[in-house]
């Protein structure tokens, strides 16, 4: 039987806080491998190669992913029985888990096994815009090496699934940064690492990272009597499969769509000079620092709700968590998009120029960063609105949405990356390797508009009209934040200032910029500015806290 539901806030905070320890982790990682290597051909080797493990243990795998959300689904409703029922439903739980884990694990080494022998041609389709065979050679190797990832992929996300089902948050949170912390270790302790041209020990460590990860989740699962033994009685488990097949099959084409959007993305990035694509996913690892935090500290404890409350047949608690979980969002992440476009290339100047990494790649990552800022907003109320198709039972429409999505960055790659460069030249210096991220940005938001006009049959009001009408104010109280920090940049004449005091003055600027934002958020009347504050009172005093 499923634990009492806890607060919202109170799990979105647990989440937030050990998801926030695993994103910095993760970027003392990227700072790590940028030292070590560079913006070079290893490290887009690298990054090339881990696209395909990266999808089947972080996209297929990991929170919110076709098996995470198919095994919350399911196993929500299928342990929501009380009484004398529920003993029985959760030992069919049980060999629900073991049929599925059981599959999962023959499908995925298959395909591993495939994906590491045809590894070459893989990498060649890929990289069909490189004439770099160095680089293909590589790429190659590093796949090839890497086909343990893929083969646990599925089966991570069935395992933190089924922790968020039974209320736990902090493992499954934390084991994202077992992958961080084996890279570090290998980063510092082989001195070597400066011979290596080719990226393999980066192969190497996101294996043993993988692994670790996946045996974290273990210790929880076995007690709740999970993990214990594999099955293909799939007739005992028929229906509840049918059930997780009509989530997991569509969910699983969708996400292969969104890899397929990575893969233009990269094929357009061959295109452009060595480091463009170590560009782009610096810049998105960067951007996912803040999104991975808020978005999974959103989503691993509300889809549960809507869940839930689609199972108790109260549509309009799912449009209120909906909303107060997007609002906020949108309010947190507006002064961070704010400070990214002020003092991005500064930061990255500071936290990577160092080692190998150098003032070119400095500006080209800074580039790509400038566009990649404004996806923010569209991506945080496009991934939630997709968990509210999933937790109706549909997961076609995401999956047309997503389709609809490939053809427009297909669309736009073309236009930023080979037709405006020869049209207009000058537009090939102002968006560059910009272009892609750029692509991104507008795919993601037409895909957004799309889902929220469809998203009308199941529940009112998760409209764009509502979602823009906050945004307007939020951009207001934005604005006002940036004026401050102008005005405090052209006073102590920032650009012109060494390293210790341009920091000072950053602090200063930034902290002045919340103050700002703040007290512009309170006088444009927002509520979930309101609500947060009044959050906070509760905590400092005995007031009485808004009903959640």
């Known amino acids: 039987m499923i634990p009492a539901k806890k607060s919202f806030f109170k799990a979105a905070g647990t989440v937030a806080g050990v998801t926030l320890a695993s994103k910095l982790l993760g970027a003392l990682r990227d700072w790590a491998i940028m030292r070590a290597y ?28 076709p098996f995470h959300s198919a095994v919350v689904a399911v196993f929500t409703k299928l342990l929501a029985a009380s009484g004398p029922q529920a003993e029985h439903n959760e030992q069919k739980a049980r060999q629900l888990a073991n049929v599925v884990v059981t599959l999962t694990l023959l499908v995925f080494t298959a395909v591993a096994l495939l994906i590491a022998w045809q590894a070459t041609p893989i990498t060649r389709l890929f990289l ?16 090839a090496l890497m086909w343990p990832v893929i083969a646990i992929g599925g089966v991570v996300g069935l395992a ?12 499954p949170s934390l084991s994202p940064a077992a992958q961080s912390l084996v890279m570090i270790a290998i980063l510092w302790a082989l001195p070597a690492i400066s011979s290596d041209t080719t990226g393999y020990w980066l192969a190497f460590g996101t294996v043993l990272g993988s692994l670790l990860q996946f045996a974290m ?46 893969m233009l993305d990269l094929m357009f990035a061959a295109l452009l000079p060595l480091g463009a694509w170590t560009a782009v996913v610096m810049a998105n690892r960067l951007i996912q620092l803040p999104i991975g935090v808020m978005q999974t500290a959103f989503l691993v404890p509300v889809f549960p709700r809507f869940t839930q409350a689609v199972a108790a047949g109260q549509p309009e608690q ?57 996806l923010m907003p569209a991506y945080f109320a496009r991934d939630a609105m997709t968990r509210v198709f999933y937790a109706f039972d549909d997961a ?13 960055k297909l669309v736009f790659n073309a236009l930023f990356i080979v037709l405006l460069p020869k049209w207009m030249p000058q537009f090939a210096s102002v968006l560059g390797v910009g272009g892609i991220c750029l692509a991104t940005v507008l795919a993601t938001a037409i895909n957004l508009v799309a889902l929220s006009w469809l998203s009308r049959k199941f529940v009112k009001g998760l409209g764009i009209y509502a979602l823009m009408s906050n945004l307007g104010q939020l951009t207001l109280a934005g604005l006002a934040m940036a004026g401050s920090m102008l005005a405090i940049n052209s006073v102590f004449n920032f ?51 808004p009903a959640e």
């Open 160 to 171: 933190l699934g089924l922790q968020n089902t039974y209320q736990h948050f902090f493992w």
């Open 495 to 545: 650009a012109a200032l060494p390293l210790l005091p341009a920091i000072g003055v950053m602090s200063l600027s930034v902290f002045t910029g919340f103050g700002v934002y703040a007290l512009s958020a309170w006088a444009l009347k927002i509520p979930e500015g309101r609500y947060l504050v009044s959050r906070v009172q509760h905590r400092l005093g005995p007031t009485r806290p």
């Open 396 to 408: 076609q429409t995401p999956f047309w949405i997503t389709l609809q999505g490939i053809v427009l």
């Open 38 to 65: 560079g913006a070079s051909l290893a490290t887009d080797a690298y990054f090339t190669a881990v696209q395909l493990p990266s999808f089947a243990l972080i996209l297929l795998g990991g929170v919110g992913g």
């Open 217 to 262: 989740q273990l210790p929880q699962l076995w007690k709740h009597g999970y993990f214990r033994g594999v099955s293909l009685n799939v007739t005992a488990v028929k229906p509840e499969l049918a059930q997780m097949n009509r989530i997991l099959t569509p969910a699983l084409a969708t996400s292969a769509l969104g890899q397929l959007g990575i």
């Open 128 to 143: 069909q815009g490189s004439q770099n065979e160095r680089l293909i050679a590589a790429a190659s190797h590093q796949l």
């Open 318 to 374: 799912v449009a209120r968590d909906y909303k107060l979980g997007v609002n906020a969002l949108l309010l947190l992440s507006t002064p961070l998009i704010v400070i990214l476009l002020m003092y991005g290339e500064s930061l990255i100047r500071l936290v990577f120029e160092h080692g190998a990494f150098n003032a070119h790649d400095t500006q080209l990552v800074s580039q790509a960063l400038g566009w990649l800022v404004f």
